[in-house]
């Protein structure tokens, strides 16, 4: 089972590019939301999540990532999980969640020798790998029932290979090279069919619990999204007839006496009436 722990990497900098959203890329990934997920294996012996969170929490780190995954099942949340992060160097970074998977202590790799593996204790390895593996099937599944993906779809689920592979992401080879170093015979066709046969299985109540817990926050996320003052240049002349006219009303002033309206949050039919309402007396 996989406990998730917000741990936000608030000094990353791709953290921080988040939270001023320079550009179009930022805002569009943030009122989007992931389309699907690219599951990682950090590439360097270290199993503790906390250890590598620390070393994503760096103003001077080159990469960022959504989640990170140790062997006994604790998931480190670094962002939010509508951030547009850095963790695949290429196109996908604007549509997939970043998922990275801790590693054993019991490997090495050959500096000299074209970061060759070295394996150092085989069985230890293995266990670990095997382990961090179906945690991953759990939270893939959980995240795929949770934004409504078929797991099975192409170019939902992949691995950073699988990026690279399809010219959406940097020339690495995780985490199919540690899985076949090891031979534990997972592959990224295996990883998607057990995530889809683990969303058919009954789930605990714990499991449930996590699940729904996932599902607030996503939803929460998302909605802070939307709740800001943000609008479309286009929508303009319409915004100042309805203020004018007291038609809409905003949700909160801010401390610079700024009304905040949420123009981007979806209307209940109770909130349409009142519009209509509205205008039919002003009429
Ligand atoms: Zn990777």
Same mark, same amino acid.
């Not at 950090?42 to 199993?47: D, L, N, R, Y």
């Given at each position: 089972m996989v406990t998730t722990k917000i741990r936000y990497a608030t000094k990353n900098p791709a953290y921080v590019k988040n939270l001023s959203a320079p550009d179009y890329r930022y805002v569009e990934f943030q009122k989007r939301g992931p389309l699907g997920a690219v599951l990682h294996s950090?590439?360097? +012996?270290? /199993?503790s999540a906390e250890i590598i969170a620390n070393n994503f #929490? #760096? +103003?001077?780190?080159k990469e960022s990532v959504h989640m990170i995954l140790q062997p006994d099942g604790l998931c480190l949340q670094l962002? +939010? *999980?509508n951030y547009r992060m850095w963790?695949?160097?290429? #196109?996908a970074n604007q549509t997939h969640l970043g998922i990275e998977m801790s590693e054993p202590d019991s490997i090495a790799y050959d500096k000299d020798n074209g970061y060759a593996l070295i394996i150092k204790n085989h069985e230890k390895a293995k266990e670990h790998v095997v382990a961090t593996y179906w945690h991953a099937v759990s939270l893939f599944a959980d995240l795929c029932t949770a934004y409504g993906w078929? /797991? *099975?779809? #192409?170019?939902i689920i992949l691995s950073h290979r699988e990026c690279h592979a399809r010219g959406i992401g940097s020339n690495h080879g995780d985490p199919e090279h540690l899985w076949e170093g090891l031979g534990t015979g997972f592959t990224m066709d295996s990883f998607r069919a057990d995530v889809a046969k683990e969303m058919k299985e009954p789930d605990t109540e714990e499991e449930m619990d996590h699940l729904l817990e996932m599902v607030k926050r996503i939803l929460d996320e998302q909605n802070k999204e939307l709740m800001d003052n943000d609008c479309g240049a286009w929508s303009e002349d319409a915004r100042q007839w309805a203020i004018e006219l007291g038609i809409i009303a905003g949700i909160e002033v801010d401390t610079e006496g700024k009304t905040n309206y949420a123009w981007q949050m979806p209307i209940t039919r109770e909130q349409l009436v009142t519009m209509l309402y509205r205008f039919a007396k002003k009429l």
């Open positions: 950090i590439g360097t +012996p270290q /199993p #929490d #760096d +103003p001077n780190a962002s +939010p *999980l963790h695949v160097g290429g #196109d078929d /797991p *099975l779809e #192409d170019g």
